[in-house]
């Protein structure tokens, strides 16, 4: 980097900052803009984290509110609750990562070998649309889909002969966790390969042309030119998707609650809500909150570590 | 078998740049996508049947991929709601300056930021990508918001997120990866201020990027509506996907009425059909006028560090 | 001996109850009839601030404008229903404005809180310094919530009375001072709710028609009859699934009324009785659940009940109006309206079928239950405090804006909550030849009244709209465009329900004083607890039933529900709960 950057204006050291801020103070300027942002809409809002550690009352403010140090903290870590939403939090977040995060890639190359252009647009075009569809919406779709015995997919599977009674695809937590998690593959596998799609078209295509050549076929190319070629932001993504492990998503788990899946489907976001905002209980929501930032931040700068470590490029 | 045999032997060839022939490969994975198409479209057509069918009939859940019934009412009473359409107005009007501010911002920070020579980027780009993993919670940035005054404005939907640390990597990449550095040395050689390269030179050079991100951006906005149950109170100020999930929700609350104990009628299923299609057709409108920068084949920025 | 002291009490009702519909009849006088227990807070000194005139009178004919502008800001429900207009912008909040506001200097401010998530707004609004002038909820815990954390303020109900005299004596009449209080102090004052120990606006219907061809001629009026009746049905094979409905328990209500001992014990009721937590652990609601998976174990119930729990209106689910609609169940029940879409549907679907009202004998089994016993609603509406950011005069002016809208007159010289609640005459509604006001539901002008006839907004002076008498009110609710009319029968189940009631066999959830705060921990934990542990004792076997209770009541007992009911029966100990009605 270094190197470079002497290469491209070599420049006397000595006279230092100044120099540097004459040539580039317009690349400063710009900075300005979104500096400004995340100062005011984000930095400033982190004083307020210290409600964490208060018993915050919405009618007293922070000033009015008691500082109650770790305890908050302690309570959360006795409470066998947010013990269990951890767990499967985890759990679940990381088979999403395992089962989530190859899809749009795979797919992404699928697209790519497709040949007739007009055949290609549309299917992009038509695995967008699940994107679009908010959770609300899906959850009532798949409620309607997958109900045990007034499903439309067990009612066909049971006429077609393959099953003699319903598939509790929604009813039993295993069978649950499983329709959770493909509905989940099926929504985002789409838009995802946005990314991938645009980095495979800016492989040289005369890399392909000399693996034709040398009588490559198609998974040749694929295995030793598309993948490596996209390599860099597959390591990119999955480093920035690492630090939503601890995170959690309130609209898609309430979207496919019932009660028989509670087991599994009692994560984070369900806890924050149910035992944060809507008692008012603001301190141990933040609390939680504080907690997932930082697990999600260790992870994030760990991986990223350990990515420059074997060679890639990293993320910051 | 001795077919698939020769066509492996083409394909030794012809590569899959050469000539066009079906191959068993080529039917496998059209045959995958065109599965996975369908069940992309069919909770469309399932919505579209609803929406087009009579209240009994959906009432009955009988409607399943084509119309009951057959009638338009739910969406003629939608277009005469005021609500409904002011609602969709003011959408479109948030979406467009969120799109077009996200993007100055965007640029703002990624052009400086694609400059390896920048004194203090790091520094920056710490500062600027730490918000992505780190936020404050909710109740604080909600008190934040307060304390700015912009609790109950359009405002409040649009400046706390116009800056995203994901678009600006992405963009930033692709500024690198994609932009010759060559040509940007001869301009400055020829006197060129950073600015004027920006304008005259990267951006020009730019288009596949900028409309991917204002897709991001716009869908984004769209498709949201979790900051304006909390920060937006007036109904005027609320955007149309807050609407619908308060419709859809309203009607699936059930722990409302007993306190109440009095009749509470929810919207018609048909209703809610028509206003989730009304709600999402015109987000999908504008991906046909970006999908040219798609399929051209230019887009190179892929995020790399 | 027994049956006299029920009789007193069943007459000392009604003539309560003929009191309070009198005195609703608009009498205007200042109010002298103090027979209730006087509002315990100490008077306060600065009365000569608090009353809006120099002159002494009590009431609207005292008020004066104020002399600066004052803001005020009234919540109103957000309901999201298609056509109608924003709730806090629409020709009647504008109206109240120019009726009420200009007249007396006020702002008034309509602030839209989202019906299924009040908590969650009105702790945002209280923690932003927004809060509204006025707080209002249907739930008592809620409110003793915002009382506890200070985001309202102590009043003085001699000041209340002086500016709101009507509303007052209301609250006199219908016994209603007894809630005023909370940790000792007075912060609401409280609507009326109008026949709230009758729940006649909510409706079950029954198959007649299958009843017929199992043998019946009239509707079963005991269990022995009910039970025989659902086993004929299923063996003749009228549906082919399962033909009750079955809800979840979605909010915490355990119709475990008639399991109770009758009279119910005190303490065990205020420890238990509830509609905040389910009480998987108390003996009535182990009858409840014993009895459900008896005859979920005859077949009666769909295996699958507990996915169903989208509840589309009220506490039935969609799949359940789906599966009666489609002529697939024996019955149905929800709340009534002149115009109800699945009963439309039902005939549509069925043009054979034929519709009676169940009986509320039906649960009747000597020994079990001896005689129905319901849950009368909390006999209030709206339970109303004010903001402790709001000033003396912010206070008074929502006082009056309460009064205003209870007995003001418009300009027209028409009641204001006629008005609010009927339009505009010839526009939104046209005067029957009874002389009752139909509104009409279908006109969409701006002249529109939102939903339920403003119900949000006139919710602040009472939880339902009267019409007339009670036969009239209900031929107000009787659907409409039917082949069937059920005005009369209607009628004759309010009767049934009103006898139940006057034999003190509906009461109330006790109401506590001060705040139950292992409630405001556990509760949510324990409904979904209790789902499941619902769920698995209605699907188990018979036999098994005993064995899984214990091992579920225990789980419920140590997740919290023991520190919940220790802490209720404290409070109850030290008499901050109120007291069932024939103690």
């Known amino acids: 980097m270094e190197k470079k950057k002497m290469e491209v204006a070599p420049m006397p050291r000595k006279k230092g900052l100044a120099v540097y801020f004459k040539r580039d103070w317009q690349l400063y300027v710009l900075l300005i803009f979104p500096i400004a942002c995340v100062i005011l809409f984000n930095y400033m809002a982190y004083p307020g984290l210290r409600m964490a550690f208060m018993d915050y009352k919405p009618a007293k403010g922070y000033s009015g509110s008691e500082w109650v140090g770790f305890e908050t903290f302690q309570k959360i870590f006795r409470d066998k609750d947010f013990l269990r939403a951890l767990k499967n939090s985890l759990i679940f977040n990381f088979l999403d990562l395992l089962v989530g995060f190859p899809m749009p890639i795979l797919l992404a190359l699928l697209l790519n070998e497709l040949r007739y252009p007009k055949f290609k647009k549309l299917t992009q075009t038509i695995l967008y649309l699940p994107h679009f569809l908010s959770w609300v919406i899906i959850g009532s779709v798949a409620l309607y889909l997958f109900k045990p015995s007034t499903g439309l997919v067990n009612i066909w599977l049971m006429n077609m002969g393959v099953i003699k009674e319903g598939i509790p695809f929604l009813s039993e937590k295993w069978h649950w966790a499983v329709t959770y998690l493909l509905i989940y593959v099926w929504q985002t596998m789409g838009w995802g390969t946005i990314i991938y799609l645009a980095a495979i078209t800016g492989i040289n295509g005369e890399l392909y042309e000399a693996a034709d050549i040398d009588g490559a076929n198609r998974w040749q190319k694929i295995w030793s030119i598309t993948l490596p070629s996209i390599k860099g932001t597959i390591v990119t993504l999955l480093i920035m998707n690492l630090g939503r492990v601890m995170g959690s998503n309130f609209e898609r788990l309430d979207s496919f609650d019932n009660v028989q899946v509670r087991d599994f489907q009692y994560q984070l976001a369900i806890y924050i809500y149910d035992k944060g905002l809507s008692g008012g209980n603001y301190s141990r929501a933040t609390a939680v909150g504080l907690f997932q930032s930082l697990t999600g931040l260790i992870l994030v700068l760990a991986t990223d570590k350990f990515a420059k470590m074997l060679g890639e490029d990293g993320l910051i | 078998m001795a077919k698939k045999n020769i066509s492996e032997e083409d394909s030794r060839f012809e590569g899959i740049h050469g000539v066009h022939k079906i191959k068993i490969g080529d039917i496998l994975i059209m045959a995958v996508l065109v599965l996975l198409c369908l069940t992309c479209v069919m909770p469309f057509v399932h919505l579209l049947a609803k929406s087009l069918s009579s209240n009994t009939a959906v009432l009955s859940k009988s409607v399943y991929f084509w119309p009951k019934g057959f009638n338009i009412s739910a969406y003629r009473s939608l277009f005469l709601d005021g609500q409904m359409t002011h609602a969709m107005i003011y959408s479109v009007e948030l979406t467009i300056i969120f799109t077009v501010l996200g993007m100055i911002v965007c640029t703002c920070a990624a052009y400086p930021l694609s400059k390896k020579r920048l004194k203090g980027r790091g520094v920056i780009s710490i500062l600027l990508m730490l918000t992505m993993y780190f936020s404050a919670g909710l109740i604080p940035s909600y008190l934040l918001m307060k304390q700015l005054n912009l609790l109950n404005t359009m405002w409040v939907l649009i400046l706390p997120l116009i800056f995203s640390p994901y678009n600006m990597l992405i963009m930033k990449s692709f500024f690198q990866s994609s932009i010759p550095d060559s040509l940007e040395e001869s301009a400055f050689l020829d006197g060129a201020t950073n600015f004027k390269i920006l304008f005259r030179i990267v951006l020009p050079l730019s288009k596949p990027i900028i409309a991917t991100l204002s897709l991001f951006y716009a869908v984004g906005r769209w498709n949201s509506y979790a900051d304006a149950k909390y920060y937006i109170t007036r109904k005027a100020l609320q955007p149309i996907q807050y609407l619908l999930s308060n419709m859809v929700k309203s009607a699936a609350d059930s722990a409302t009425s007993l306190s109440e104990a009095a009749q509470v009628t929810s919207t018609p299923e048909v209703y809610q059909a028509a206003a989730v299609m009304f709600a999402t057709i015109p987000i999908m409108c504008i991906y046909p006028f970006l999908q040219k920068y798609f399929v051209k084949g230019v887009m190179v920025g892929a995020v790399k560090g | ?583």
């Not at chain 3, 309509?110 to 809060?131: E, F």
């Open chain 3, 1 to 583: 001996m027994k049956k006299n002291w029920k009789k007193a009490i069943a007459l000392a009702m009604t003539s309560a109850m003929m009191v309070g519909s009198l005195s609703a009849c608009g009498d205007n006088s200042t109010p002298s009839n103090n027979t209730t227990a006087a509002p315990t807070t100490a008077a306060s000194s600065n009365n000569g601030d608090t009353t809006p005139a120099a002159n002494d009178v009590a009431g609207i004919d005292g008020w004066t404008p104020f002399a600066e502008r004052v803001h005020i800001t009234v919540p109103v429900y957000d309901r999201s229903k298609e056509g109608y207009p924003a709730v806090d912008d629409n020709y009647w909040t504008k109206w109240v404005q120019t009726e009420f506001g200009d007249k007396y200097n006020v702002d008034v401010e309509y602030v839209a809180i989202p019906r299924g998530d009040v908590m969650t707004k009105y702790n945002l609004l209280i923690a932003a310094d927004d809060t509204p002038t006025i707080l209002m909820e249907y739930d008592y815990p809620k409110v003793a919530e915002w009382a506890s954390n200070g985001a309202m303020q102590v009043i003085d109900l001699d000041a209340f009375k002086q500016v709101a005299p009507t509303y007052y004596q209301k609250m006199v009449d219908n016994n209603q001072l007894a809630y005023t209080d909370i940790n000792g102090q007075t912060y609401f004052v409280l609507s009326e709710r109008p026949y709230y120990n009758t729940s006649y606006s909510f409706v079950t219907f029954v198959r007649m028609d299958w009843l017929r061809q199992v043998g019946y001629d009239h509707v079963p009026g005991s269990y022995e009859e009910h039970k025989d009746a659902i086993n004929k049905i299923i063996e003749a094979g009228l549906t082919d699934q399962a033909p009750l409905p079955l809800s979840l328990p979605t909010t915490a209500y355990c119709q475990n009324f008639g399991f109770r001992d009758y009279p119910v014990d005190e303490a065990e009721w205020a420890m238990h009785s509830s509609l905040g937590t389910p009480s998987l652990s108390w003996e009535p609601t182990y009858q409840m659940l014993k009895r459900q998976n008896a005859e979920y174990n005859m077949g009666w119930y769909s295996t699958e009940y507990e996915l169903d729990a989208d509840g589309a209106d009220g506490n039935t689910s969609s799949q359940q109006k789906t599966d009666f609609i489609n002529g697939k169940t024996y019955q149905f029940g929800n709340y009534m309206s002149a115009n109800v879409d699945w009963l439309k549907a039902f005939y549509e679907n069925n043009p054979n079928g034929e519709l009676a009202i169940a009986s509320s004998y039906a649960c009747v089994e000597p020994g079990v239950v001896d005689f129905p016993q319901n849950r009368a609603d909390n006999p209030f509406g709206m339970i109303v405090g004010f903001s402790s950011l709001a000033t003396e005069d912010q206070v008074k002016a929502a006082w009056m804006y309460m009064e205003w809208m209870l007995a003001g007159k418009d300009s027209n010289g028409q009641d204001v909550l006629f008005t609010m609640e009927n339009g505009i005459e010839g526009v939104t509604y046209t005067l029957g030849e009874d002389g009752l006001p139909k509104v009409d539901g279908d006109y969409r002008g701006t002249e529109m009244l939102n939903h339920n006839c403003n119900i949000d907004m006139t919710c602040i002076v009472h939880a339902l709209k009267v019409d007339g008498t009670i036969e009239q009110s209900i031929a107000a609710i009787t659907p409409q465009g039917i082949p069937q009319d059920f005005t009369q029968d209607m009628i004759d189940n309010y009767y049934v329900l009103k006898e139940i009631a006057d034999a003190q066999h509906a009461y109330s959830d006790p109401i506590f004083s001060v705040e139950i705060k292992s409630e405001a921990e556990y509760s949510s934990t324990l409904l979904s607890a209790y789902q499941e542990a619902s769920v698995r004792l209605t699907k188990c076997k018979p036999e098994e039933f005993d064995a899984i209770y214990q091992e579920e009541a225990k789980k419920f007992l140590e997740a919290g529900y023991q520190e919940i009911i220790d802490e209720r029966k404290a409070a109850y100990d030290a008499g901050n709960t109120t007291k069932l009605p024939w103690n």
